[in-house]
T-cell receptor
Framework: QKEVEQNSGPLSVPEGAIASLNCTYS??????FFWYRQYSGKSPELIMS????GDKEDGRFTAQLNKASQYVSLLIRDSQPSDSATYLC??????????FGKGTSLLVTP | EAGVTQFPSHSVIEKGQTVTLRCDPI?????LYWYRRVMGKEIKFLLH????????ESGMPNNRFLAERTGGTYSTLKVQPAELEDSGVYFC????????????????FGPGTRLLVL
């Protein structure tokens, strides 16, 4: 069973701080990694994808991938209360199906 | 452009009844997926359509679940008869025709149907 693990949180950070969300995965052959954000009662929304080792930056978001350690993280700089949501790590299996972690709940306090 | 839509948004039924969920993917998307999130668990893959064909139904829990995508547009997921453990949020997602690596396809999710079986 291929697994994706996340700390469920809640992770609480003050406004303006850096939020760090972590994800580990069990399938060493995984090539693609996605971070989805889900507000309560809404659909998961893709915010970052990463395929190569290292960092990928998009605005206030940075995804970090370390395939040797089977570890992917998401950093949110200058966190805003509007960033409060559940963040889902997703890793495709050999085909199209996404394997999700349980998600980390982030709370940004004003 | 309209996103993925799902109907109904909520459904409350009794054990043994039948429920049909509908998903309308983004126009032009050949790939359509169904996922489910049971309370306290992660979102789990159910099945994948390419146009009207089932590409992968390895996640379907049992034969009480039937998915169709006639004409390759919208899809329905029928649960018959429903059991208590079927309660959860059913998500539909879609992605465009594959032009590159399957594992890099972005899947766009709908808001989900919240199913409660009493």
């Amino acid at each position: 069973q291929k697994e994706v693990e996340q700390n469920s949180g809640p992770l609480s950070v003050p406004e303006g701080a850096i939020a760090s969300l972590n994800c580990t995965y069990s399938d060493r052959g995984s090539q693609s990694f996605f971070w989805y954000r889900q507000y309560s009662g809404k659909s998961p929304e893709l915010i970052m994808s990463i395929y190569s080792n290292g960092d990928k930056e998009d605005g206030r978001f940075t995804a970090q991938l370390n395939k040797a350690s089977q570890y992917v993280s998401l950093l949110i700089r200058d966190s805003q209360p509007s960033d409060s949501a559940t963040y889902l790590c997703a890793v495709p299996n050999s085909g199209y199906a996404l394997n999700f972690g349980k998600g980390t709940s982030l709370l940004v306090t004003p | 452009e309209a996103g993925v839509t799902q109907f109904p948004s909520h459904s409350v039924i009794e054990k043994g009844q039948t429920v049909t969920l509908r998903c309308d993917p983004i126009s032009g998307h050949d790939n359509l997926y169904w996922y489910r999130r049971v309370m306290g668990k992660e979102i789990k893959f159910l099945l994948h359509f390419v146009k009207e064909s089932k590409q992968d139904e390895s996640g379907m829990p049992n034969n009480r679940f039937l998915a169709e995508r006639t004409g390759g547009t919208y899809s329905t997921l029928k649960v018959q008869p429903a059991e208590l453990e079927d309660s959860g949020v059913y998500f539909c997602a879609s992605s465009p025709r594959t032009s590159g690596r399957a594992s890099q396809e972005t899947q766009y999710f709908g808001p989900g149907t919240r199913l409660l079986v009493l």
